[in-house]
C-alpha cells in the first residue's frame, strides 16, 4: 500500500510538528530529512560491496511495514555532487 501525503505552504517549524505526530500515531517511521547534505552524502539505492561478498543498506533500505516521510522542507539552493544527482534520478 502507498500513500502520498503533502504539505505545502506550511509555516516554518509545523513540518516537525506533523512529522512529531505521525511518528507518535505509528512508531514504524523512517523519516530522511531531503537536505543537501542527506542528498550528497550516500547513496540511497542499496550497493553491493564486492569485497565482502555482501549488500549494503541504503537510506531507502526499511522493513516492511515501515513508513517513510521525506522531509523536503530542509531543501536549500546549493550543488549536488554525482551522488545527489543519483539520489534525485
Given at each position: 500500500?502507498s ?13 516537525t ?6 511518528s ?16 550528497n ?27 517513510l ?21
Amino acid at each position: 500500500m502507498s500513500v502520498n501525503f503533502n504539505i505545502k505552504n506550511c509555516e516554518p517549524g509545523s513540518s516537525t510538528r506533523i512529522i512529531d505526530a505521525i511518528s507518535r500515531l505509528y512508531p514504524k517511521t523512517r523519516i530522511l530529512p531531503m537536505s543537501l547534505k542527506t542528498l550528497n552524502s550516500k547513496p540511497f539505492i542499496p550497493i553491493k560491496n564486492y569485497e565482502k561478498e555482501q549488500l549494503e543498506h541504503s537510506e531507502l533500505s526499511i522493513p516492511d511495514g515501515f513508513i517513510l516521510i521525506l522531509d523536503e522542507t530542509q531543501l536549500s539552493a546549493g550543488k549536488l555532487t554525482e551522488i545527489g544527482t543519483a539520489n534525485l534520478g
